[in-house]
């Protein structure tokens, strides 16, 4: 048997695709946050178990949805994320082998402004493994970017990539870079570091170096250039928002001595 999880909140346009890229596993659970906007509703009405999680990091999510799975296959998507035919049929293949590995790394093919991007670190971008049987992989409590423990060394890599539209426009990007760069802070805060304006600007300028030079995002044209300025406006921020978090500036504040003055000249109106 083979479980399919999605992590969602307020994915009302993309969650109905994403389920039905996975409607070959065996169970389908939408592991949601308390979406507002009918996530919820549309799950269920296309045979889904929605099982609501109060959102306390990545980390936390993830585990309490692998959790929730019953099968002996775990198989994870993001509702930005697509299941394609041929990756389907590759993951079928591997559980159902007598010779199956014990975790699976997917590559993902990430769609952006018109364009599939081919460099800039986006791909075949393996983030985690997203295929692995029940109980060997866990996630470590990160807010973001959750660091996670494999108990098996017997680990493979599907050649079929699923495919992702990580953002709808820039106006999301822009909401993203926010949300993580805050998520971030408090995983740096969390780990014990320290940050400064300065250390916030030459950590952002590297990301957008790293990402735009080293990993050829030049050469995904004006799509490569936006995911790179956005890489460094969430590490700056990210740092940034540490420093403050950490300076805890006092608000200004007006002395109050004595009673308010009396108005002189008579009454007004």
Known sequence: MISCYIIAFNEKEKIADAIASVQWADEVVVADSHSTDGTTEIAESMGARVIQIPFHGYGDLRNRAIAACQGEWIFSLDADERCTPEARDEILSIVRSADALDAY??????YFMGRWIKHSGYYPDYRQPQLFR?????FRPDPVHEAFDLFSSNIGYLRSPIWQFPFKDLEQILH??????TLGAEKLNYQGRKAGMGSALSHGLWAFMHQYLIKLGFLDGWPGFVLALSHFEATFYKYAKLHVRQAQWPWPRIERSGAAPKSKGGVDG
Not at 105 to 110: A, T
Not at 176 to 181: E, V
């Open 105 to 110: 790394y997917v590559p993902r093919r990430n």
């Open 134 to 138: 029940k109980g060997v992989m866990t």
């Open 176 to 181: 993203k870079c926010n949300r993580y760069s």
